[in-house]
Antibody, heavy 125, light 107 residues
Framework: EAQLVETGGGWIQPGGSLRLSCAVS????????MSWVRQAPGKGLEWVSV???????HYADSVKGRFAISRDNPKNTVYLQMNSLRAEDTAVYYC???????????????????WGQGTLVTVSS | DIQMTQSPSSLSASVGDRITINCRAS??????LNWYQQQPGKAPNLLIY???SLQSGVPSRFSGSGSGTDFTLTISSLQPEDFATYYC?????????FGQGTKVEIK
């Protein structure tokens, strides 16, 4: 069974930097689309960033230019480097795989099928 | 970006009730629509993908329907463990977007 474990959250002052890690077991991150999704306290889910199997990356407009997603294939780990943090970045950050059925009529239909437990990032002075 | 709007935002129901949650996309997403359940303090859990396909391990009382811009999640007989918040999400285009959530509470 797949497991995703996030670490690296904590309290940080506005303008600071933090790096989140997502250690994965049960599948290979380099073969999959890996995303970060966040949830501000008492709010809904917001997609943040994705790294595709070909190393192409995309970001939500709210974090573009400040956050960077990357992968370490030998460690099977995904990272989210967060710079110039703002109060509105305060949230639980989830690492998630965007998977699709293999060799199936539904191949190509992607969904967030595996999630980590989340790590809380608090940006406050 | 495709906007996803859920209704209602919350509902109260009793164990055994049949409930439906609606999700509307701002443009057609064909059937690239997923549903998630989130318990308090937990990560979301995939229930339905491709609008109507049940994720492995999810009870059959959950079902999804719809295509284009209008979708529905139905729970045929609400169980105590189903009281949670439900989100729809489109996977038709980037960026992926979620509905604002529907909280299902005990009446």
């Amino acid at each position: 069974e797949a497991q995703l474990v996030e670490t690296g959250g904590g309290w940080i002052q506005p303008g600071g930097s933090l790096r989140l890690s997502c250690a994965v077991s049960g599948f290979t991150v380099s073969d999959n689309y890996m995303s970060w999704v966040r949830q501000a306290p008492g709010k809904g889910l917001e997609w943040v960033s994705v790294v595709y199997s070909g190393d192409i990356t995309h970001y939500a407009d709210s974090v573009k230019g400040r956050f960077a997603i990357s992968r370490d294939n030998p460690k099977n780990t995904v990272y989210l480097q967060m710079n110039s943090l703002r109060a509105e970045d305060t949230a639980v950050y989830y690492c998630t795989r965007e998977g699709t059925p293999k060799n199936d009529i539904l191949t190509g239909y992607y969904s967030f099928d595996y999630w980590g437990q989340g790590t809380l990032v608090t940006v406050s002075s | 970006d495709i906007q996803m709007t859920q209704s209602p935002s919350s509902l109260s129901a009793s164990v055994g009730d049949r409930i439906t949650i609606n999700c509307r996309a701002s443009q057609s997403v064909r059937n690239y629509l997923n549903w998630y359940q989130q318990q308090p303090g937990k990560a979301p859990n995939l229930l339905i993908y491709a609008a109507s396909s049940l994720q492995s391990g999810v009870p059959s009382r959950f079902s999804g329907s719809g295509s284009g811009t209008d979708f529905t999640l139905t729970i045929s007989s609400l169980q105590p463990e189903d009281f949670a918040t439900y989100y729809c999400q489109q996977s038709y285009s980037a960026p992926r977007t979620f509905g604002q959530g529907t909280k299902v509470e005990i009446k």
